[in-house]
């Protein structure tokens, strides 16, 4: 059976080792010590095969490798180097303490596209501490600089907590200053060690959200993005309903994509939606990749949501976390409870459906120039984009004011 084509997996997740030189309050692995990887973790074999297998079908997707820390592997650059002759997205999430000089410049040789760095204070103890262990701070802001003296591109990712949310302004201009290409703001959910964190508040968790749309809106140089926060959906077309662009489903980027256009490897090869769904469905030692990818997460396609998520308007735009409310003890399709929101008994608001926009030559060359794995979104941004200003056709001069309004400067054709 073949998947439908609106369940294309456009990222997945390998985690390549349970091993860590850190010990995160938060870490949804629970992953080991140097000393406590699991000895069945996937080989580098197994994982060639799997990019392979990915490749075949679907060269688009992007592949995070991450962990633990998944520079510890020393088979890191091979697998990096597999992935790029297939022509997939190979990027890692790293907690950057081994970014070297030598090791950024070896990533960079085997092809890697960027990395995905953890940095959750400007304090050094903050830090530290939410890490579990003295120095990791300087490591991790030693790193950063060698991503930029080398350029090679990088993103920060920062946990956000009731203890540093007051940090998010002062955050994103150190990202901004650092040459960050995007900020991300990931929203803890409670598994793992992190099942004995306390989570921010509902209403706070709303108005950070808020603050990240403003910041998005001051920003064009740099993205700012939540996420495990499909509810900034629903706040983004609050902003602006009549917005197409704010239309576009929650599964299609912007919102919870687990099991429709994700999913992650364990480092034992069992499949999961997302990290904070431990349910493996299936494990890919036993059955091939497409085969688990295509007959299971059904119930996260075709959601029959339960409480206010299963009421609200924005269901089909948000969703919610379907996570949350699994750790709290409930059921996959429970309200998600860090949300604020009262559904007001209106129509269920419908996602942007496809437009009658036309492409030219010229737009659809400058397309072959966008990484594979951001084409089918930057088509429906583009689209939305275009309806509004009541055009019928993208141009190449379309595409570049998008261009910039993402990544600063001025529009180039």
Same mark, same amino acid.
Not at 132 to 156: A, D, P, V, Y
Not at 280 to 287: K, Y
Not at 391 to 398: D, M, S
């Given at each position: 059976?073949?998947?439908?084509?609106?369940?294309?997996?456009?990222?997945?997740?390998?985690? !390549?080792?349970?091993?860590?030189?850190? &010990?995160?309050?938060?870490?949804?692995?629970?992953?080991?010590?140097?000393?406590?990887?699991?000895?069945?973790? !996937?080989?580098?074999?197994?994982?060639?095969?799997?990019?392979?297998?990915?490749?075949?079908?679907?060269?688009?997707?992007?592949?995070?490798?991450?962990?633990?820390?998944?520079?510890?592997?020393?088979?890191?650059?091979?697998?990096?180097?597999?992935?790029?002759?297939?022509?997939?997205?190979?990027?890692?999430?790293?907690?950057?303490?081994?970014?070297?000089?030598?090791?950024?410049?070896?990533?960079?040789?085997?092809?890697?596209?960027?990395?995905?760095?953890?940095?959750?204070?400007?304090?050094?103890?903050?830090?530290?501490?939410?890490?579990?262990?003295?120095?990791?701070?300087?490591?991790?802001?030693?790193?950063?600089?060698?991503?930029?003296?080398?350029?090679?591109?990088?993103?920060?990712?920062?946990?956000?907590?009731?203890?540093?949310?007051?940090?998010?302004?002062?955050?994103?201009?150190?990202?901004?200053?650092?040459?960050?290409?995007?900020?991300?703001?990931?929203?803890?959910?409670?598994?793992?060690?992190?099942?004995?964190?306390?989570?921010?508040?509902?209403?706070?968790?709303?108005?950070?959200?808020?603050?990240?749309?403003?910041?998005?809106?001051?920003?064009?140089?740099?993205?700012?993005?939540?996420?495990?926060?499909?509810?900034?959906?629903?706040? &983004?077309?609050?902003?602006?309903?009549?917005?197409? !662009?704010?239309?576009?489903?929650?599964?299609?980027?912007?919102?919870?994509?687990?099991?429709?256009?994700?999913?992650?490897?364990?480092?034992?090869?069992?499949?999961?939606?997302?990290?904070?769904?431990?349910?493996?469905?299936?494990?890919?030692?036993?059955?091939?990749?497409?085969?688990?990818?295509?007959?299971?997460?059904?119930? !996260?396609?075709?959601?029959?949501?339960?409480?206010?998520?299963?009421?609200?308007?924005?269901?089909?735009?948000?969703?919610?976390?379907?996570?949350?409310?699994?750790?709290?003890?409930?059921?996959?399709?429970?309200?998600?409870?860090?949300?604020?929101?009262?559904?007001?008994?209106?129509?269920?608001?419908?996602?942007?459906?496809?437009?009658?926009?036309?492409?030219?030559?010229? &737009?659809?060359?400058?397309?072959?120039?966008?990484?594979?794995?951001?084409?089918?979104?930057?088509?429906?941004?583009?689209?939305?984009?275009?309806?509004?200003?009541?055009?019928?056709?993208?141009?190449?001069?379309?595409?570049?004011?998008?261009?910039?309004?993402?990544?600063?400067?001025?529009?180039?054709?």
């Amino acid at each position: 059976m073949i998947t439908p084509k609106s369940y294309d997996i456009l990222l997945l997740a390998i985690n !390549l080792t349970s091993c860590c030189n850190l &010990a995160c309050h938060h870490c949804y692995l629970d992953a080991g010590t140097l000393q406590q990887g699991n000895p069945n973790e !996937l080989t580098t074999t197994e994982i060639c095969n799997l990019l392979n297998e990915i490749a075949q079908r679907s060269p688009e997707t992007m592949i995070v490798l991450t962990g633990g820390e998944p520079l510890i592997r020393n088979d890191i650059e091979i697998l990096i180097k597999q992935g790029t002759q297939l022509g997939l997205a190979m990027v890692v999430g790293t907690n950057g303490m081994l970014l070297t000089e030598k090791r950024v410049q070896s990533l960079k040789e085997a092809g890697i596209l960027g990395v995905g760095i953890s940095l959750d204070s400007l304090d050094p103890a903050y830090h530290d501490t939410f890490r579990g262990r003295q120095g990791s701070w300087k490591k991790t802001m030693i790193g950063i600089e060698n991503c930029r003296r080398h350029h090679l591109s990088f993103q920060l990712h920062f946990s956000v907590t009731e203890n540093n949310a007051n940090e998010l302004p002062a955050m994103i201009d150190f990202a901004r200053s650092s040459g960050a290409r995007v900020f991300n703001v990931f929203f803890l959910v409670c598994t793992g060690r992190g099942q004995f964190m306390s989570d921010i508040s509902a209403t706070r968790y709303e108005h950070i959200l808020e603050s990240l749309i403003e910041a998005q809106a001051q920003s064009q140089e740099m993205i700012i993005r939540p996420r495990c926060a499909p509810h900034y959906k629903r706040i &983004a077309h609050q902003r602006q309903p009549k917005s197409l !662009l704010n239309q576009i489903s929650g599964m299609e980027g912007d919102g919870c994509i687990a099991g429709t256009h994700y999913c992650r490897i364990t480092p034992t090869g069992g499949i999961t939606a997302c990290p904070y769904i431990p349910v493996e469905i299936g494990n890919i030692r036993q059955h091939p990749f497409w085969e688990i990818w295509d007959n299971e997460f059904k119930e !996260l396609r075709t959601p029959t949501l339960k409480g206010n998520c299963g009421d609200c308007e924005y269901q089909k735009l948000c969703g919610g976390c379907r996570a949350r409310p699994l750790a709290a003890g409930g059921d996959l399709m429970d309200t998600d409870k860090l949300c604020t929101y009262k559904p007001q008994g209106n129509a269920i608001i419908q996602p942007l459906q496809p437009l009658n926009i036309k492409w030219s030559p010229d &737009a659809e060359k400058r397309m072959t120039r966008v990484p594979a794995f951001l084409r089918k979104m930057v088509r429906k941004r583009a689209e939305a984009y275009v309806a509004e200003l009541g055009e019928p056709l993208v141009t190449p001069k379309h595409l570049a004011v998008l261009s910039a309004r993402r990544f600063g400067g001025k529009p180039t054709l």
